[in-house]
């Protein structure tokens, strides 16, 4: 069997290092009720997830840190504070479901009015248990802090990786969040149904799809590899793959164990050679299903990924559950 591909990238889901150390000089710490704003089901937005994202990230007025002391992850690793006196209220649906796993410690909205979408990082298992699929939210985002994690917009906690010695939009301690995101009403599964997307339109307008729950039609799975001769280990970068139907019926697992435990890239292409990645967690529950052989309609939350200054940086598509692919070939 050819040597498969073991492209093992950061977790788009915000696989975070969570070393203790001292912010009291940095910020004040957030508290529940600190902006004193009782949610209700009839509160009302003042900004919508795409105007959130366009008012306090990289805003230079609300910035804690872009990491400028540090080049290798400058500008792509940055937080700021939404002032706990800000009135900065979203409303939305939620989207994204982690009972398969493969989405981790955090929600995804849909807003209600425009339909962009957000992550909300939450330091807790079992979310949707609390704000499942199709669960309508208000969410007062005063005083909790906002940024990019490789690039990538969400909502959280400012935190600081030791190991790569930069600042993180990391996950919300859950007492902080609960006390921020109140639900409205029963979920409706018919409110989170996918937007049909193309992988060319998610290419060419990839901050418009940003968290977007998307459906895919008729696409192949590959894996990648480093060079034409299927020899060694993949960099992402030099696109080198092989479709699944091209492997002599070998199995190919969305992810496979590896020391780091973070999720593993594959490929997916449509029918006019257009393709980009889908990322699977180890810890999901369909991480030793084998990627299905001829065309499938998938379902998955689109994300991106960029963590270092050279590079292009990666469209990653999550699949939350297996089900969430259907074969149509």
């Given amino acids: 069997m050819k040597s498969l591909n073991k492209i093992i990238l950061a977790s ?86 982690d009972v398969d796993g493969n989405t981790y410690k955090k929600i ?41 994690y490789a690039n990538f917009p969400a909502v959280g906690y400012q935190t600081f990786n030791r190991d790569r010695n930069r600042y993180e939009v990391g ?25 049909v997307a193309t992988i060319a339109d998610i290419l060419a307008n990839k901050e418009y799809y940003y968290s977007r729950l998307v459906k895919i039609r008729d696409v192949r799975f590959g894996a990648y590899y480093e060079d034409a001769a299927c020899t060694s280990i993949s960099y992402f970068e030099q696109n080198y793959y092989k479709l699944i139907d091209d492997m002599d019926g070998d199995e190919i697992p969305f992810s496979e164990e590896n020391t780091l435990n973070v999720p593993v890239s594959r490929v997916v292409i449509d029918k006019d050679g257009n393709k980009t990645n889908i990322s699977t967690s180890f810890y999901s529950k369909f991480t030793n299903k084998s990627l299905p052989a001829g065309t499938n309609d998938i379902i998955a939350i689109v994300s991106w990924y960029k963590d270092k200054p050279t590079g292009s940086g990666n469209i990653q598509l999550l699949i939350q559950r297996h089900s969430d692919i259907v074969k149509t070939n």
């Avoid at 979408?117 to 979310?127: K, N, Q, T």
């Avoid at 208000?138 to 906002?146: D, F």
């Avoid at 109140?182 to 979920?187: E, L």
């Fill in 12 to 97: 788009v889901g915000f696989v975070l290092t969570l070393s203790s150390c001292k912010y009291e000089d940095k910020f004040d710490a957030v508290e529940p009720n600190s902006n004193h704003i009782t949610l209700s089901d009839t509160t009302k937005a003042t900004f919508t997830c795409k105007e959130l994202k366009d008012k306090y990230i990289n805003n230079s007025k609300y910035q804690l840190t872009d990491n400028s002391h540090n080049a290798t992850y400058a500008k792509m690793f940055n937080v700021s504070e939404i002032p706990a006196g800000d009135s900065a209220i979203i409303r939305g649906v939620v989207v994204s479901t």
């Fill in 108 to 148: 995804v909205i849909r807003d209600e009015k425009d339909s962009t979408g957000l992550d909300i990082s939450v330091d807790a298992s079992g979310l949707s248990a609390v704000w499942p699929q199709g669960q309508r939210v208000v969410i007062n985002t005063s005083g909790l802090h906002i940024g990019e």
């Fill in 171 to 195: 996950r919300l301690p859950y007492y902080i969040a609960k006390d921020h995101i109140h639900a409205i009403g029963m979920p409706d599964t018919l409110l989170a149904q996918p937007e």
